[in-house]
């Protein structure tokens, strides 16, 4: 899948042909776009970017308003109809249509028709929503604008309060953790402040951007060796290991781990050693900077919503320097270690590492092994340990009266009662007339042997834990079923991994038990 990036939301400059004049610092920034007849706007503060609508995956049992998961430079994101979500006749997507990426919680895509531009808004042009008579119900609402843009009037869309009316579980989330800051309003940590009323930083270049590690995370700075020993089969963002006084130092690109185009090391590439406990990270740079002294008071703090491996949410504050002209995100370490690209570089330190350096075959400790299987064009894993066996749909299946309404029926497997579920019918999907490709899987719950008819079963695939991550909470049901995502970038693949445990529960459970004896 593909993704066609316009405009970094926070940086932009210019979108889709209306300039953007630098604003004075009261002037707050919005964010128009059309869905419907209507005309909309969103603060600037929680857009990350704004994508053409990318491929995405259905997800069973999610609200109707979620299009799928689409993977957006190797994390994935859940993209959602805001024409859906405002009962708006439903079109066909065109070369105007947009997702504006939205981070209240967790990234989240809404598919608008058209974005129109980016607007400055002065305080006076800015008002309630108590004299709003139109078709869209103002608790979703935050104001309106008068006079922007072209228009006479745009909506200032609320989208707190939409996620939290169409998505519970991503509100719950959000609503766990402090809101999004904007800078200058930001809060200090009281136990930070009674530690120092500075912070000491690292701070060092990719792609332009300034960022910053704590000087105490930082053991040292080295060149890049003209010599890297590359991993076979690790992740593009992997360079591979390099020797640092007698022992083997893991290397990651940063320019890579934030989804940015590789640049070849120069002379002014560095790489940043990491430290976390007794485990050390090599991160390569573009250039290092300096070492930053920084007041607490200039410090923003910018918190995680929706923290799970593979986001990139390694960056907790801004600092905000030359007067709040120069802007350093601030990298954490910890919480860098959990990302992806560094579990990939730690495990080409397990012990085989010298033999797979050396063109000998990688561990597979890190690997999960699993069955996939489709259901149309969607592709779904269970662990291979779950699965029993893997047989044929017979021509006819026996209907058992008062059966559970989710039972296909029973069929015997070898002197066995076996009741079948349509694995469709339970993940509230279209029914499909049978065919050669369907397949029973076999799994047991409590002693209990299910079979499950499934579209086909495609391969057993070993897949890393490293490209493994929890899915976006969408619904209740679909969060305890499917609760992880193996994200396979490369092979353009997000596979939706089902806890068989979860199939069939409860009082399911009893009545595939009374139809088993």
Do not use: W
Not at 207 to 225: F, K, L, M
Not at 472 to 482: D, F, T
């Amino acid at each position: 899948m593909t993704t066609e990036i316009l405009e970094p939301a926070r940086t932009v400059s210019e979108l889709e042909g209306d300039t953007v004049q630098v604003l004075e610092s009261n002037i707050r920034q919005f964010v128009t776009f059309i869905t419907g007849s209507e005309v909309f706007a969103v603060d600037m503060a929680p857009v990350q970017e704004i994508i053409r609508v990318p491929e995405v995956v259905r997800v069973p049992l999610a609200p109707p308003t979620l299009d799928g998961l689409a993977n957006l430079r190797g994390r994935v994101l859940p993209i959602i109809s805001l024409r859906r979500i405002f009962g708006f006749p439903g079109n066909e997507y065109d070369d105007s249509t947009r997702a504006v990426v939205i981070d209240i919680g967790q990234p989240l895509g809404f598919v608008v028709d058209r974005v129109t531009s980016v607007v400055g808004v002065e305080p006076g042009r800015i008002e309630g929503v108590d004299s709003l008579r139109g078709t869209v119900n103002t608790e979703l609402l935050s104001g309106l604008l008068k006079d922007v843009g072209g228009h006479a009037m745009v909506m200032l869309l609320d989208f707190a309060k939409l996620i939290a009316a169409e998505f519970a579980d991503i509100a719950r989330l959000a609503g766990e953790a402090t809101g999004p800051q904007r800078l200058g309003e930001g809060s200090l940590d009281a136990d930070d402040a009674k530690v120092s009323d500075e912070l000491q930083l690292v701070s060092f270049v990719v792609a332009g951007q300034e960022y910053a590690i704590t000087i105490d995370d930082v053991q040292e700075i080295v060149q890049v060796p003209e010599d890297i020993v590359h991993v076979p089969n690790s992740e593009s963002h992997v360079l591979g290991v390099m020797t640092l006084r007698n022992r083997l130092l893991p290397l990651v690109s940063l320019r890579r781990m934030f989804g940015l185009p590789p640049q070849a090391a120069d002379d002014h590439s560095r790489i940043v050693v990491v430290a976390l406990g007794n485990t050390s990270v090599g991160v390569v740079m573009d250039s290092v900077n300096e070492v930053l002294r920084v007041a607490k008071s200039q410090v923003d703090t910018m918190p995680s919503l929706f923290a799970r491996d593979g986001d990139l949410s390694e960056i907790t504050e801004i600092c905000r320097l030359d007067g709040g002209q120069r802007l350093v995100s601030v990298i954490s370490a910890g919480t860098m270690f959990h990302h992806s690209a560094i579990k990939e570089a730690l495990s080409s330190m397990d012990p085989q590492t010298d033999e797979a350096a050396a063109g000998g075959e990688p561990s597979n400790e890190d690997d999960e092994q699993m069955v996939v299987f489709r259901l149309g064009r969607e592709e779904f894993g269970v662990p291979i340990d779950s699965v029993q066996e893997i047989v044929r749909v017979p021509d006819e299946l026996t209907h058992v009266p008062k059966a559970p309404s989710f039972v296909e029926g029973v069929i015997n497997l070898r002197g066995s009662v076996l009741p079948v579920v349509d694995q469709r019918r339970r993940l509230g999907l279209a029914t499909l007339e049978r065919n050669e490709q369907q397949r029973i899987m076999v799994f047991t719950f409590n002693g209990v042997r299910t079979g499950f008819i499934v579209d086909s079963v495609t391969e057993v695939l070993k897949v890393a834990r490293a490209s493994i991550e929890v899915a976006p909470h969408l619904s209740g049901e679909q969060a305890r079923l499917i609760g992880r995502v193996a994200n396979l970038e490369r092979q353009k693949r997000l596979i939706q991994l089902i806890e068989p445990s979860h199939l069939v529960e409860g009082e399911d459970l009893q009545g595939l038990a009374s139809l088993a004896e």
